[in-house]
């Protein structure tokens, strides 16, 4: 008998979350920049090329900080070719994928680009071929005020008043070998240690994040976090982790479980974070960024064409069930919102991403926008320690697999209450019987899911098959409120205190 019971209690709370969970990444990768959020010439765009089109969805999505410019991308990345004018700026050798890049579009593109989009810059600095030197003098470009060649050139080119950028990454993946100028956990923390320095000499109010081992599954993981973060600690502020679910192996049940690992992995970093602490004696606690996750897998192995600019490259075409995952795994976020501070879906456009585009024509909502753009919109204040218990289910991989998957918010007020459920078993509606302890006046408004699809259903520019469906109000009986999850769906019911 399949069933799942939810109990919530409005002290019970896991953290506050932190806004910047709701994060995405633009890379130079691909389409993401070029033929996603900038193209000249495409009839919606400004008159700084940005695509209007695109930016309204991004808009949709609330999201308050993107990652830039990379990725892969960034550990080549000479940030001054990307500034000043255009005709000036040099056609370079992209390596991290094949590609060329023609600095078009650079630092200060993208700093107007945020403004426009109504989203604050995450930048990463090039610690793979570069280092230090080049990090602070970005730092310098983008956050003095004026008076040095470097504040200077940017009140010439691009803009007077200083970016302020808060957010930095120390590099990316540095631990993976597919990474320009990556190193050992002891080179990097050395590295990553004196960057961060001389960053914050720059500019004091700046928090900087530390390079996570680039996955879970990677031989150094683990040790990386505890050696580079060891040697790091007192100039940094976050640690990194990346993570992409793939479903290699069409083994549907098995995929709709991965959120599971997203759980592990979590769990695994935070203790890799607090044995440093311990080790150290110190009051100073690191948090998370999870600043690449994402399910990644269709678009394994396209061709394109070497060297061309902004190829068809990662352009995953995503399906019902990879919108469940996505609502699972931002579930787990939600559930340790106590240390996951920071978390950015790869990519925002073209690139893995909730939003697709064709080079002049449409852009249009893939399905793993909607589970992320409700948890954006609603998702905002203090997410609850829900109890839980459900019936279970094993894979090849994995074991007691939770048939339901939840977490809980409560609005900063304390008037709204919101529940995403994703109900993972793929033959069976399950009835979720959530207890509300103390949540007197509270009554159900709105009852949103994704269901009735095929796993493999998609979204076009021409027709979106994957879409919320509105249901019909759940029943609540004293402080039993009973919702029933279609199998194979991810749901979202939102409760709102009386005002009488
Ligand atoms: O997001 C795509 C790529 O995945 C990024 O460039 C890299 O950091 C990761 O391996």
């Not at 479903?247 to 592990?264: C, H, I, P, Q, R």
């Not at 998370?288 to 394109?304: A, P």
């Not at 559930?335 to 024509?361: F, Y």
Request: proline share 4%; net charge negative; with cysteine.
């Amino acid at each position: 008998m399949k069933f799942a019971k939810l109990t919530l209690a409005s002290d019970y709370k896991i953290g506050k979350i932190d806004k910047r969970v709701y994060g995405s990444f633009v890379e130079h990768l691909g389409r993401c920049v070029y033929g996603g959020i900038y193209e000249p010439g495409h009839p919606s765009s400004d008159e700084n090329g940005f695509r209007e089109d695109v930016l309204e969805l991004i808009t949709e999505l609330q999201v308050p900080i993107v990652r830039y410019p990379g990725g892969n991308f960034v550990s080549g990345y000479n940030w001054e070719d990307g500034i000043g004018p255009k005709e000036n700026r040099p056609k370079r050798l992209e390596l991290a994928w094949g590609t060329l890049e023609t600095n078009e579009f650079g630092t200060d593109e993208f700093m107007k680009w945020c403004k426009k989009a109504g989203t604050s810059p995450m930048m990463a600095v090039n610690l793979g071929t570069r280092g230090p030197d080049e990090a602070r003098q970005l730092v310098e470009y983008c956050n003095h005020a004026g008076g040095t060649y470097l504040s200077d050139l940017r009140k010439k080119y691009a803009s007077a008043l200083p970016y302020d950028v808060k957010l930095w990454c120390l590099g990316n993946e540095m631990d993976g070998p597919w990474q320009m100028g990556s190193k050992t956990a002891v080179e990097y923390g050395r590295t990553a240690y004196e960057a961060s320095k001389l960053m914050k000499w720059v500019d004091p109010s700046i928090e900087t994040v530390l390079c996570g081992s680039s996955g879970w599954h990677m031989k150094t993981f683990g040790e990386w976090e505890t050696t580079a973060l060891d040697i790091a600690y007192d100039t940094v502020d976050y640690v990194s982790m990346h993570q992409y679910h793939s479903n290699a192996d069409e083994y549907l049940e098995n995929f709709l479980a991965k959120g599971v690992e997203t759980d592990s992995f979590i769990e695994s970093v935070i203790a890799a974070l607090d044995y440093v602490q311990g080790k150290r004696h110190t009051k100073k606690r690191i948090d998370i960024s999870f600043d690449e996750w994402n399910v990644w897998y269709h678009s394994n192995g396209t061709k394109f064409e070497k060297w061309s600019k902004a190829p068809h490259i990662l352009e995953d075409v995503y399906n019902f069930a990879d919108a469940l995952v996505v609502g699972t795994m931002l579930n787990s976020i939600l559930r340790h919102s106590d240390r996951v501070k920071i978390a950015c879906l790869a990519q925002l456009v073209n690139v893995i991403a909730p939003i697709m585009t064709e080079d002049g024509g449409k852009a249009w909502k893939q399905t793993i926008f909607y589970p992320f753009y409700y948890a954006s919109k609603y998702a905002r204040g203090y997410a609850l320690q829900g109890i839980t218990e459900t019936s279970k289910y094993d894979t090849r991989w994995y074991s007691d697999v939770p048939d339901v998957d939840t977490s809980a918010v409560i609005s900063e007020d304390g008037e709204e209450l919101v529940i995403f459920a994703v109900n993972r078993d793929i033959k069976d509606s399950i009835t979720l019987e959530t207890k509300l302890c103390d949540f007197e006046g509270f009554v159900p408004v709105e009852n949103i899911a994704l269901q009735d699809c095929d796993a493999e259903d998609i979204n076009t520019k021409d027709c979106e098959k994957v879409k919320p469906v509105s249901k019909e109000l759940p029943e609540l009986d004293g402080k039993m409120l009973r919702c029933e999850l279609k199998p194979m769906s991810w749901n979202m019911i939102r409760l709102v205190k009386r005002k009488d």
